[in-house]
């Protein structure tokens, strides 16, 4: 059966309340890698501890949901459901702990035919219980079985690719967590990695897409930041592969404007890319 537009465009999502507290956030900080060794280590203080800051990302950990796409209702196959693409737009501090407001909707359907799938773009919109905005999140998720459903794919997000003319103005290598510490972010799943993704070694575990947003964020801060959260505005990432427990990504970004900066991510081990096209803006000194 084809993808019913106006049902899944109009999905009834219940805003969601999410309380917090500082041990929260930085359990999302250590799932991003904070604290291990490497370049970062001094500045990831900050994001640990009692008195720690938060780290813009790990507002998508807060935004996770029911996943309603498996709901039989909704009719589709999300047993081929691809996560595309995150983003992060921060309209305030994110404070330390409290209380916010979810409110989810389907911002729009495309269709990019039956071979490419339908691509759904879902907004996450945090208010204060006040009512007042703090950040957006934004997911796209491709449904590679349901296109073709006689829909449009006009006005569809298109990737934007890196200055790759040109060598990249910043590069910093990062570590993985470490399967031994049960990272956070861990995929669930029965399946042995080694034997499913190219030069992965036995023991290596795959990290959920989250962890790989989170660990280039922290990235992206150092390097254009000054490390400092309030400056970032907007984070948008684009996946490309899986990250890996145990390996080393390498980020590397390009300054595109005044407050503009392209990057990619990929893993030093396996020669394999792991987030391609993506961007931030960021408050400029």
């Known amino acids: ?94 404070p330390p702990e409290g209380m916010v407001v979810i409110e989810r909707r389907i911002d729009e359907i495309y269709d990019r035919g039956a071979e490419r799938g339908a691509m759904v773009v879902e907004d996450h919109h945090f208010r204060t219980e006040s009512g007042e905005p703090v950040l957006d999140v934004r997911v796209i998720t491709v449904l590679k079985g349901d296109g073709g459903f006689g829909g449009s794919a006009e006005g569809a997000p298109k990737p934007v690719p890196v200055p790759a003319h040109r060598p990249a103005d910043h590069v910093v290598r990062l570590p993985t967590p470490f399967a031994a510490d049960a990272p956070l972010f861990q995929l669930k799943g029965a399946f042995d990695v080694a034997a499913t993704i190219q030069d992965a070694k036995p023991g290596q575990q795959m990290l959920r897409g989250l962890g790989a947003f989170g660990l280039a964020g922290r990235a992206v801060l150092h390097l254009v930041c000054d490390n400092d959260p309030q400056r970032l505005r907007k984070l948008v990432v684009r996946y490309a592969g899986p990250m890996l427990t145990d390996e080393t990504m390498q980020v590397e970004l390009w300054r595109t404007g005044p407050g503009a900066a392209s990057f990619e991510m990929s893993s030093v081990e396996r020669g394999a890319r792991v987030l391609m096209s993506s961007h931030a803006e960021f408050v400029p000194v």
């Open 1 to 94: 059966m084809a993808l019913d537009y106006q049902k899944i465009k109009h999905w009834p999502f219940k805003p969601m309340l999410r309380s917090y507290v500082r041990e929260d956030l930085v359990c999302s900080a250590v799932g991003f890698g904070a604290g291990l060794p490497g370049p970062l280590r001094a500045g990831d203080e900050r994001f640990l501890g009692a008195h720690a800051e938060p780290l813009p990302m790990a507002a998508v950990a807060l935004a996770d949901g029911d996943f309603w796409q498996a709901d039989p209702q909704a009719g589709l196959h999300w047993q081929q459901i691809v996560h595309a693409e995150e983003g992060i737009t921060m309209h305030r501090a994110m």
